[in-house]
């Protein structure tokens, strides 16, 4: 018989957690805790071991993954089964990169031959010159493809590409700055085709190439999406439209056509290596041991935090310039998919769901919000990601730094200080778990992604919800769209007089 969860999540929250300290001086911490996996890019240290996981509280966390039905669930999400419940589809991120059920995995590769002949027709020539590429769309039709080519594209691409995502003009009108219309093609990304920011932005791109002398604009576009008898109504060719299946949710999909930019960018051969970096995460999601999977334990560690030690966030910081865009796309994938007050069948979420994802970049964190990681009131669970070869051909004094203050950190952060005067004092105690590759090229980003993927979808079987609608979003849209229309009358006074301020009413 398995244990009902509440208590076993009791019993997490009840557990005497030993100081890091003390768990350090139990021998072997550093071997159980820290595991290196080969992938295709190369080596990655996932280092765990400065976090309060210990044996006792792994033990409750596994008895409450096999409470939740964690393996079945993960053999629904992989054999394509209808694992989102509330909107009875299946979440199919994980064919994409050959991982999943035979039909879905076929097609997946069938659409991205289509799309790897789009790209090379473009690389070719078919298409005139193409220096520029207007990448529009949104949420996760824009955060992705726009990480993955800050990451990946330092050193030059073949085609240069613009992510706008904001309906503020000003984003779309700074992209523009940096193209000529005459060599520009526009990708308009949207898995539904109907997101408003989307639209809109795609319809003044076709505009401003128009302007710009192009005979036929739409003939420069390409569409992404899961809705292709939409792009084509919209107007855009069939042979430009690269579909992909509606089992693959918007955060999950820069996998699938919605990578395009990035196979323009880097070619369709490095695209899949992205996917095969990816795959190998799927595969020791899927193959290893619970105590020796890395997925689990990142897991495990994150609901240690926000369940029994009740934290509230949890901080991402890349010490890696071309990283700079991760924490971002890390907030989409864990606050859209884990930020849920219901569990999966509808009943009230009597716990903590997701912590708020934030970060940035170290070391310039370092001297902006690390003061409170290392003296505030609050306990902040700390990711560090690394990269041992650095990618730039400077001093290398400059990575020596930048590694070496990376680890300085997580160090404090554990060991903290004592002193008599209270000011000078820092706790110590504090958790972190550190990310060391040794390079960054597609296949570890790929990686990267999909651990972050797979982690969340543990926690999100442990609390027992949905990690794959986002019903919250839609109210907020749809009032906007009411405003828009001229018919969102009698809303509360202040949003009347703001409305008013700023011209929006009569
Ligand atoms: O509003 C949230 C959301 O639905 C995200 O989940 C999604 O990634 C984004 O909007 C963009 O949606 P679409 O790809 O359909 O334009």
Redesign the pocket.
Known sequence: MTDAPAALWNALETLEFPTLGALFAVPGRLDRYCTTLDLPGGPIRFDWSKTHLFPAAEAILARLAEAQGLAEKRRQLIEGEAINNTEGRAAEHTAQRGVGAPASVVEAEALHERMQGLVEAIHEGLFGEVRSLIHI?????ALGPALAIDALTRDGARVAVHVVSNIDGCALEAAFRGCDPATTMIAV???????TE?MTNAASALDWLREGGVDDPYGRVVALTASPEKAVEWGVDDTRVLPFSESVG??Y?LWSSIGFPIALAIGFEGFAEFLAGAAAIDHHFIEAPIDSNVVVRAAFADLLYTQAFKCQTRAVFAYDERLALFPDYLQ?LEM?SNGKRVTADGQPLTRPSAPVTWGGVGTDAQHAVFQLLHQGTHMIPVDFLAIKIPGHDLDPLHHQILLSNCFAQGAALMAGKASDDGARAYPGNRPSATFLAEDLNPATLGALIAFHEHRTFVSAALLGINPFD?FG?ELG?AIAKQIDAGDGEGFDPSTEALLAAAGLRG
């Open positions: 769309g949104i949420g996760g039709s990304a949207s898995k539904t085709f109907t997101t989307t918007g955060r999909s989409q859209e986002q979003v849209k």
